[in-house]
Nanobody, 123 residues
Framework: QVQLLESGGGVVQAGGSLRLSCAAS????????MGWFRQAPGKEREFVAT????????NYVDSVKGRFTISRDNAKNTVTLQMNSLKPEDTAVYYC????????????????WGQGTQVTVSS
C-alpha cells in the first residue's frame, strides 16, 4: 500500500510558477507509475501528467506541455510537478496518484491518491 501527501500549492499571479511535491510512504514507490491530476470546481478530474517508474518517460495533457514538468526521485520517494507560466485556467485542486498501469490517463486506473493541494492562479 502507498500513502501520498501533496504539498506546495498556493496562490500565484498569472505567469508565475509553483512547485508541487508528493511524498510517498512505503518501500514499493519505485514500482508504481505516478501521475498528477487536477479538478476544478464543477468539473471532472483531469489528467495532467504521468511519469514512468524510472522517470525516463513522461506524458502531459496538451494544455500544459512546455509549461509543466513532472519528475521523481525514487531514493526520496517523491514526485514533483514544476508549473511555470501559470494561467488562471490552471486553477484547481491538484492530486498525485499511483498506479501499476503504465502511462494511464484515466483516474479510474489509479489505485492510490493524495488528499490534494489547492492551486489558485489570479489574473
Amino acid at each position: 500500500q502507498v500513502q501520498l501527501l501533496e504539498s506546495g500549492g498556493g496562490v500565484v499571479q498569472a505567469g508565475g510558477s509553483l512547485r508541487l511535491s508528493c511524498a510517498a510512504s512505503g518501500r514499493t514507490f519505485s514500482t508504481y507509475f505516478m501521475g498528477w491530476f487536477r479538478q476544478a470546481p464543477g468539473k471532472e478530474r483531469e489528467f495532467v501528467a504521468t511519469i514512468s517508474r524510472s522517470g525516463g518517460i513522461t506524458n502531459y495533457v496538451d494544455s500544459v506541455k512546455g509549461r509543466f514538468t513532472i519528475s521523481r526521485d525514487n531514493a526520496k520517494n517523491t514526485v514533483t510537478l514544476q508549473m511555470n507560466s501559470l494561467k488562471p485556467e490552471d486553477t484547481a485542486v491538484y492530486y498525485c496518484a499511483a498506479t501499476r498501469v503504465g502511462y494511464s490517463r484515466s483516474p479510474n486506473e489509479y489505485d492510490y491518491w493524495g488528499q490534494g493541494t489547492q492551486v489558485t492562479v489570479s489574473s
